[in-house]
């Protein structure tokens, strides 16, 4: 029999106005003529933003396990995550609508006379509007998901829609394309991960609720191997997502081959999705088996953390630079994860935040370095920039100090957080080597800022295009936060505290 | 809002008129960065002068909430150890601002950025003194390289941005290893009671002996990095000779103290047990330090880096008298702190205008200057001789009082201390010679004497080396009893003289 399952609306309601927007997107690529798509899809896209998240805010006191028949969380914690993504999204969409980033006609081959025609006839490319609002309703679906066929589903609707953004950079075609390719296949390969972990943890609990896995290995007589096998495969799938060492191979090229604001979209909305769902997994349903998998998931922070800062040092161009960074910061948010008391939760939280702002911030910052053929994102390029642009110079210098942990940035009070939290759990280790990493990793943040401001400039350099007012504002967002949350974080601090509540 | 709160914020103020101001009127811009910076000294002053010696603790004592969530605080508050400290530098960055006035023109950037640097790193200077809060301590700690890296890379010369960056990575590092340390005595306090960076609250933990031990070194080894101690050092050289002369003074004299006052802070009070384990092997340090910067300062050809090698062999004796933890010991050490400011300043601000008259620091380019320009030649002469400790003037009394005080509890160190002070006649003797005595050197014909301005810069800081050093006795009162102070909370008494007395 056939009982109809339940749905408490409101509750869902942010995540269905995304969707909701994302299907009027198409329906506008497909009705409305060129002229008027660009700007009514950037208003459209905006609009849906916001609307979610008024009415984020509007349900914020509302906890249940029960919004959608027990797959759908919503808790505290599954509020404030989806409340940044929104924000972030915002911000990164506000980059995204700075149009000459995208090309014409993604499907042509490069250098081909079908894709010469395309930028010929003036083409702009709208449907990265509606792909960026289904990517962000999946985003909001995923740190949220209660049951793992939902868990699934997010993924897949979150990845979906970025796999087909990375291939769209105007500029340096072939590459865009190949980090596209190598990002769904090797996404695909871990969606499969991501499967078959489930179909252990079905097989040995007879469940597929976060809730009920979490403590059938007190009541279940199958061999806990399944249930190893199963945690395993799932968390590789997960880790894949986070860009942790040794999932981490896709994300330099993918970094390097999408269009920058997709790629400040991607570092900080898909980061802050895949560690809501880590942090929901492994503070509810994996908690009892601790024991198990902590040593584990340790190993994979401190190797991530060591390896991506040592090998950020020897790159050369600033988004694999920020590439290498991103890894860098998984693996400190795992040492997040695996601290598993509530300060740890607390301090994800706003370390994912602050982590956001300030990798929207650099990307879009990065999006304004350009020569005659576009983008620059050589380093050597980049040499005495700080003599023609100041200001420009000076907000990337913040957002690299931040990256770095240097006090009166938002970065510094993360990693403060994240390694009071995890001494607090008792594992040293972990703040041992996370202090060592950062060191080494603010080497080459440091560089950066040198390059910027201590070199002189070549002959053949570059100059900062004046930045559209978009983009001016999200950058300026981005460096308020940057330094007001490091200088006032309480701000913030005290909404972590309150929010880091979980429902199971 | 107190006097030490308005002491420590009113550069900022500074900072904020200087923004509005045009890049262009360069002499405006120096007017007021050197104005600000006579209120601060005259407003600290006023509050040294109404300063009384706490019973216990702290003076002007100011706390507001910070962030809440981890307990931490505004929190100020001075003894005698900070406010000298913080008196040396409110009295160094107005000389340093009038004797360097031109070394802010031909830099990377703007006059203007230059000052704001300047006061900017004023408040944090005077900040880091009178924090009394650890994690408060721990973000001026670290926030103050950023300036002074600017100010390297931005205004010096030669291998500017490669020194500044050497600079910044090491103390960054230093940091950090502090930074675990910080976070692991908050994780205690917050054990043991409600989480606390108040520093005196921490000083009552009990921490067990291995737990003291990994958090003593994580607060020392920045420090002496900071300080430089060796092995730690060899970032200095490099520094000192790319900054300006008015930067390496700060650098040398306020900044590099913080390594040897957050010593005394926190090392001493709050890790006592470990403290006297590590002693021993921190006096070698010290020892080695007080030699090898001796030896390395004499073969140097670099005038600049002569005065850095010599500091690092007077930081040598500075953790001598630390942590030989008697009551001459620690007086005097804080007091070499002070006497070590001034008579670096004297150096740099003589060898600075020596070198951008005759447009080269190397040591045999100069020859013969006491024929044409005498004052100069003995400013630079008197201080030479602060900085080998001659008697009368104030050096003398420190280093004496802190091999005194070492003497007590580690004889044999004092007895290869006082080599240093040999191995000072040697090398600031050779560099007199060779500089000041002797025929005039081709090349130095065209140098002119000291003008007003500059004389009006270096008068202050020779008034205080030989005025302290005759009537030390206002200095040592404040110092006293904070000395007093550590002991109690070390638990230690000085030891016996057991002969020759």
Redesign the interface.
């Known amino acids: 029999m056939f009982t109809m399952p339940t749905l408490n609306y409101a509750q869902l309601a942010p995540i269905l106005i995304v969707l909701g927007g994302a299907l009027l997107g198409v329906l506008v690529e497909a009705f409305l003529g060129k002229r008027q798509r660009g700007p009514v899809q950037v208003t459209l896209t905006l609009g849906t933003l916001v609307i979610s998240f008024a009415w984020l805010l509007h349900v914020k006191n509302d906890m249940s396990a029960t919004a959608a028949v027990g797959s759908v969380a919503t808790d505290g914690f599954g509020i404030f995550v989806q409340g940044a993504i929104l924000v972030l999204a915002f911000l990164a969409v506000l980059l995204i609508a700075d149009n000459d980033h995208f090309a014409p006609a993604a499907s042509a081959l490069p250098g081909s006379e079908e894709e010469a025609v395309a930028i010929s006839s003036g083409i702009r490319t709208t449907e990265v509007f509606p792909l960026t609002l289904f990517a962000v309703a999946g985003m909001m679906l995923f740190p949220v998901a209660s049951d793992f066929i939902t868990l699934f589903v997010a993924l897949e609707v979150l990845s979906l829609p970025l796999y087909i953004m990375t291939g769209l950079s105007r500029r340096r075609r072939l590459m865009s394309q190949e980090a596209a390719l190598k990002y769904f296949l090797l996404g695909a390969y871990s969606s499969a991960f991501f499967l078959f972990g489930i179909a252990f943890l079905y097989g040995y609990s007879g469940t597929l609720s976060l809730t009920d896995v979490g403590t059938a290995n007190i009541f279940s007589a199958g061999s806990p191997v399944f249930l190893y096998i199963g945690m395993v495969f799932l968390t590789i799938g997960l880790l894949f997502k986070v860009g942790a060492v040794p999932f981490h191979s896709w994300t330099p090229d993918v970094y390097q081959g999408a269009p920058t604001p997709i790629t400040g979209f991607m570092a900080a909305c898909t980061k802050i999705a895949a560690f809501g769902a880590l942090l929901r997994i492994f503070y509810g349903a994996f908690f009892l088996m601790q024991l198990q998998w902590k040593p584990f998931l340790t190993t994979i922070a401190i190797i991530t953390m060591v390896l991506g800062s040592i090998a950020a040092m020897t790159q050369r161009d600033i988004k694999r630079t920020l590439a290498y960074s991103s890894i860098t910061h998984a693996g400190f948010l795992l040492a997040g994860v695996v601290a598993l008391n509530k300060a740890g939760l ?1 301090a994800s939280m706003f370390y994912l935040v602050a982590y956001g702002f300030t990798t929207v911030g650099a990307f879009g910052i990065v999006t304004l370095v350009r020569d005659s053929s576009g983008e620059v994102t050589d380093l050597s390029k980049w040499a005495g920039l700080a ?1 023609k642009s100041p200001l420009v110079s000076v907000a990337m210098a913040l957002f690299l ?1 931040s990256f ?1 942990g ?3 940035t938002s970065g ?2 993360s ?3 994240i ?2 939290a995890a ?2 759990s008792g594992n ?1 280790a972990i ?2 080597v996370g ?2 990493s ?2 080494i990793a ?2 080459f943040y ?2 950066v800022v ?1 390059i910027l ?3 002189e400039a070549p002959t053949d350099g570059v100059s900062v295009v004046i930045p559209s007012v978009m983009t001016r504002i999200a950058i300026g967002i981005c460096a308020v936060m940057t330094l007001v949350l490091g200088i ?3 701000l913030l ?2 909404l972590v ?1 309150t929010m880091a509540t979980l429902v199971h | 809002m107190n006097i030490l709160s308005i002491v420590t914020l009113f550069p900022l103020l500074g900072v904020v008129a200087l923004a509005f101001m045009p890049k262009t009127n360069t002499y405006q811009i120096k007017i007021v960065a050197l104005g600000i910076s006579i209120i601060t000294m005259l407003l600290s002053f006023v509050m040294a002068l109404k300063y009384k010696s706490p019973a216990s603790g702290f003076s002007y004592v100011t706390s507001h909430p ?5 307990h931490i605080n505004y929190a100020l508050g001075i003894d005698g150890l900070a406010l000298v400290l913080i008196l040396l530098t409110t009295v160094l960055v107005p000389i340093v601002v009038l004797g360097g006035w031109n070394e802010s023109e031909g830099g ?1 950037w703007s006059v203007k950025t230059f000052y704001m640097l300047i006061l900017v790193l004023e408040t944090f200077m005077i900040g880091v003194f009178a924090a009394t809060d650890v994690f408060l301590f ?3 700690f ?2 103050m390289l ?1 300036p002074v890296y ?1 100010l390297i ?2 205004f010096g010369t030669g291998e ?2 490669a020194a ?2 050497k600079f ?2 090491y103390s ?2 230093g940091g ?2 502090m ?2 340390a910080v ?2 005595i ?2 205690i306090s ?1 054990e043991q009671a409600i989480g606390s960076f108040d520093v005196t609250a921490l000083s009552h933990l009990t921490i067990d002996h291995a737990t003291q031990n990994w958090l003593f070194l994580g607060f020392f080894i920045a420090f002496a990095i900071k300080a430089p101690l060796w092995p730690f050092h060899t970032w200095l050289p490099g520094a000192a000779k790319a900054a300006t002369p008015g930067t390496s003074i700060l650098l040398l004299g306020v900044l590099d103290k913080v390594g040897t006052y957050g010593m005394i802070r926190f090392c001493l009070t709050l890790f006592p047990d470990a403290t006297k384990t590590f002693a021993p092997y921190i006096i070698v340090l010290s020892v080695i330090s007080i030699i090898y910067g001796a030896f390395l300062a004499i073969g140097q050809k670099n005038l600049s880096s002569l005065i850095a090698f010599t500091s690092i062999s007077h930081f040598g004796f500075i953790t001598l008298g630390i942590f030989a933890y008697t009551s001459q010991g620690l007086t005097g050490a804080t007091f070499y702190m002070v006497n070590h400011g001034f008579s670096t300043a004297a150096l740099f601000l003589v060898g600075g205008w020596m070198i951008s008259r005759r447009k080269s620091a190397a040591i045999d380019d100069f020859g013969g200057l006491q024929r044409i320009t005498p004052v100069m030649a003995w400013t630079f002469f008197i201080a030479g001789l602060s900085a080998l400790a001659l008697p009368g003037l104030s050096s003398f009394v420190s280093e004496f009082l802190v091999l005194l005080g070492t003497f007590t509890r580690y004889p044999v160190a004092a007895i290869i201390g006082t080599l240093g002070i040999v191995l000072a006649a040697l090398y600031i003797l050779i560099l007199v010679q060779r500089t000041l005595h002797g025929p005039l050197k081709s090349g130095n014909e065209s140098m002119v004497d000291l003008n007003l301005r500059e004389k009006i810069a270096i008068a202050p800081v020779i008034a205080a080396l030989v005025i302290l050093g005759f009537y030390p006795k206002p200095a040592l009162h404040v110092i006293n009893p904070s000395t007093t102070s550590v002991m109690a909370q070390m638990n230690v008494i000085d030891p016996h003289v057991l002969a020759g007395k």
């Open positions: 607390a003599k100090l770095g240097v006090p009166m510094f009070i990693k403060f957080s390694f009071t001494y607090q040293i703040v041992v202090v060592l950062s060191a603010l080497f440091l560089r040198l401001f201590f070199q006032y974080p309480n601090l005290n505290n | 910070w962030v809440s969530s981890f990377r721990y973000v001026i670290e926030a950023v600017f890379g931005g500017r941005a500044a960056l910044l990575l960054l590092f950090l290893l930074l675990a976070i692991g908050y994780i917050a």
